[in-house]
């Protein structure tokens, strides 16, 4: 099984990488999405919303830092439409110059603490 995950290029000021949901969600609040860009992030907000779980709605402690510091969530591989829906986030974020990158993990790349059929999240392990 591998793992596939899209996130910042950078860190941000708190030391994480925020993959694009966030990203995308920053550039929101902050005003910078084109009219199309923002419908397509609702559009496809929504689309994510009606077709996968949210971790945090089953366990609203699975990104709790206290608990599990620097939880990350991972699509599975298998979760086929999911990946592939990225690439339209993908597009918005280089249009803004926001570096965000492709991870693939062949096993889980920390400790799982939520699992479902189409994803993981995980605390990663320590270096």
Not at 36 to 58: I, L
Not at 64 to 89: H, Q
């Amino acid at each position: 099984m591998a793992y596939v995950r899209f996130q910042s290029t950078e860190p941000n000021p708190n030391g994480r990488h925020p993959g694009f949901f966030g990203l995308i969600n920053n550039l929101s609040r902050s005003g910078r999405l084109t009219p199309a860009q923002e419908e397509f992030r609702q559009a496809n907000h929504a689309w994510y919303e009606a077709h996968y779980t949210n971790p945090s709605k089953v366990d609203p402690t699975v990104y709790d830092r206290s608990i599990n510091p620097g939880a990350t969530a991972w699509f599975k591989e298998s979760a086929e439409a999911l990946v592939a829906r990225a690439d339209g986030y993908l597009e918005v974020l280089a249009a803004h110059g926001v570096g965000c990158t492709k991870l693939v993990a062949h096993e889980p790349p920390g400790r799982i603490v939520y699992e479902d059929a189409d994803q993981i999240v995980v605390v990663p392990h320590r270096n």
